[in-house]
């Protein structure tokens, strides 16, 4: 018995080897740089990242025709996700570049994989920065200085350093005003460049901001804070640990940024460097029978925009159609030196009777801030075909009422429920089962005690919201609102709106006026979105009157419980602006 239970356990043990050391398919690689700008008197960092295993080891021969390679590092991951066992291997290049051009880093053969080509370009040295010669100094810099509301500036700091420094620090990025908002656009960078026949190590950071009014605006100085070691030891101080206290700070920059322009006639104002618009079918290519249900999925790509800007895709459909949105998917990526926004509409569509029809075309207008020009993103008109289904030619179009979405949702649950149990075996010889359920057993016990934790941290945070701040009271601010619409005073009644939205709603709808909108919807949405065009692009001699938003307010059904689905993002996204009354 004890020499079977021996084999038994190395059989198991030589399986659950064999399962984590099997080869992987072909490795994924992948290449990218540290940062976008580089110049030829400038260091930087190419990254090689390769998923799943690489067959040998690299051979960056090829890269010595175009940099000076100063330094290689190699490092590597093993992680589990859904049962599979991924490898990751990343080697860290620090090169020179030995001219300026457009170069392509060719590809690096890792044994019988290869990674891909890319293309950098490299710049000429540029002019002396102010400050060059100093042991430390500080440069800022935006892109552009003359945005339109809504547009991305992007704003770039470095910090010079031809010494050592510690306890080092940077203030806060502050605005003249509040009605901007500013992300951190990727990571912090380190790189070396040459200034003044000087060799400084270079930190910058770089973010987005997105004004939010037409007006000046003023970037406020960034300050600097720490000490410069000295390269001296003494008695008192052999660890040198002393050195000079400085401060820096650097330039003010001002943007003037300009209003919505009179020629653009979209619903939405989108300042984008590149908007596209696409679609995706499941199946596909789509297939339409009574009945049954086809997803249509619509992604939105622009970049200088962020993803919580992007509006709301739902397009017409023609008669005897049902159409059911899901969830947006709203993802923000950086490339290069822009925010890219990303946005996918999921839409099921489901027909009732057989025949021939036509999806509308989709139209977004937007503006190209490379180009200065309006500009639209188009997807055709489609012919469709819709045949009878298995059931019956037609089905009432009041008959689909569910979402197909939440159908799918409730037959995934079935089909993770516990499956009959009669095919475990019973009787003396239970092989490896004994095992598995001790392994199981286990599994069970570190759930419990992560539940118990979750239960636990559950009751500390609500021990702790019993002494936060009360909200105002909702009421209050109804009663100021009233007063504000008679008064047609358009900026108190924002202000207002916003601070209701904190008070008796979910905390993002009380973010933005777009952010209000698109929870309100119906007619209260509609007014917010005529507030919001006027405040941002007032007419001459059209005062705002704000009996119509009362109104609204006051036959709106807004429950508290209800979910936003509105992004995280701060953003006040969407300008719902309003046709001129001579518009065709």
């Known amino acids: 018995m004890v020499k079977r239970f021996n084999m038994q356990l190395k059989l198991w ?19 990218r740089t540290d940062r976008a700008e580089i110049g030829v008197n400038e260091s930087f960092t190419l990254i090689f990242d390769a998923l799943g295993g690489v067959d040998g080891n690299p051979d960056f021969t090829p890269l010595e025709e175009l940099f000076d390679i100063a330094n290689i590092t190699e ?22 570049p030995k001219r300026a051009g457009l170069m392509t880093i060719p590809a690096i053969a890792f044994g ?55 306890s080092a620090s940077l203030s806060d990025l502050e605005l003249s005003n509040r009605d901007a908002v500013i992300k951190q656009l990727g990571s912090d960078s380190t790189y070396e460049t040459h200034q003044a026949g000087r ?45 000079k206290r400085i401060q820096l700070m650097s330039d003010a920059i001002e943007l003037n940024v300009k209003p919505i322009p009179a020629t653009f006639n979209g619903a939405y104002w989108l300042p984008a460097k590149a908007l596209r618009l696409t679609e995706t079918w499941s199946p596909d290519p789509p297939a339409f029978k009574v009945g049954e249900a086809v997803t249509r999925t619509l992604a939105i790509t622009a970049v200088g925009l962020t993803a919580a800007q992007l ?58 801030t490379r180009t200065n020009k309006l500009e639209t993103a188009r997807l055709p008109a489609r012919e469709i075909d819709v045949l009878p289904g298995a059931t019956g030619s037609r089905i009432e179009d009041g008959a689909a009422e569910t979402s197909p ?85 358009a900026e108190n009644a924002k202000t207002i709106l916003l601070e209701w939205a904190r008070a008796a709603l979910p905390e993002t709808a009380g973010r933005s006026l777009g952010n209000l909108a698109g929870y309100a919807g119906g007619d209260l949405g509609n007014e917010i979105m005529k507030l919001n065009a006027f405040l941002y692009r007032p007419q001459p001699g059209q005062p705002w009157s704000g009996g119509e938003l009362w109104r609204a307010f006051q036959n709106a059904d807004l ?26």
Not at 327 to 342: A, C, I, R, Y
């Open 311 to 368: 509006p709301e895709l739902t397009p017409e459909t023609p008669q005897h159609f049902k159409q059911y949105p899901d969830q947006p998917t709203l993802e923000d990526k950086q490339q290069g030196d822009n925010m890219t926004g990303v946005r996918l509409d999921k839409l099921a569509l489901i027909p009732t009777q057989p025949g021939r029809y036509t999806l509308p075309a989709i139209e977004i207008p937007w503006w190209n």
């Open 112 to 166: 019988s994989d290869q990674s891909p080509e890319l293309q950098i370009e490299v710049t000429q040295q540029k002019s002396q920065a102010a400050g060059a010669g100093e042991d430390i100094f500080l440069t800022v810099d935006a892109t552009p200085k003359d945005p339109y509301v809504q547009e991305q500036v992007v704003y770039t700091l470095r910090l010079y350093r031809a010494v050592n420094t510690v």
């Open 405 to 489: 979405f939440n159908d799918a949702q409730e037959k995934q649950r079935q089909n993770h429920a516990p499956s009959d149990p009669a095919g475990v075996p019973s009787g003396g010889d239970a092989g490896v089962w004994p095992w598995l359920s001790l392994v199981l057993a286990v599994g069970w016990g570190v759930t419990g005690f992560a539940w118990w934790l979750s239960v636990v941290k559950r009751r500390r945070i609500s021990r702790g919201n019993k002494h936060a701040k009360p909200r105002p009271d909702p009421k209050a601010c109804a009663a100021r609102l009233k007063k504000a619409c008679t008064n047609n005073d």
């Open 13 to 31: 043990l030589g399986l659950c080897l064999l399962l984590t050391t099997l080869p992987a398919t072909a490795a994924n690689i992948v290449t």
């Open 559 to 584: 429950p508290e419980t209800r979910k936003v689905k509105t992004d995280t993002e701060i953003l006040e996204p969407l300008y719902k602006i309003q046709a001129n009354s001579n518009k065709e």
């Open 75 to 96: 490092s590597s991951s093993v992680s589990i996700a859904n049962g599979q066992t991924l490898h990751q291997q990343t080697w860290t290049l620090t090169l020179y």
């Open 199 to 243: 060799r400084y190590a270079v930190y910058e950071r770089r973010f987005t901001i997105f004004p939010q009014t037409a007006g000046k605006l003023t970037i406020q100085p960034v300050r600097f804070e720490g000490v410069v070691q000295e390269n001296r030891r003494g008695f008192f101080d052999p660890f040198n640990r002393g050195g």
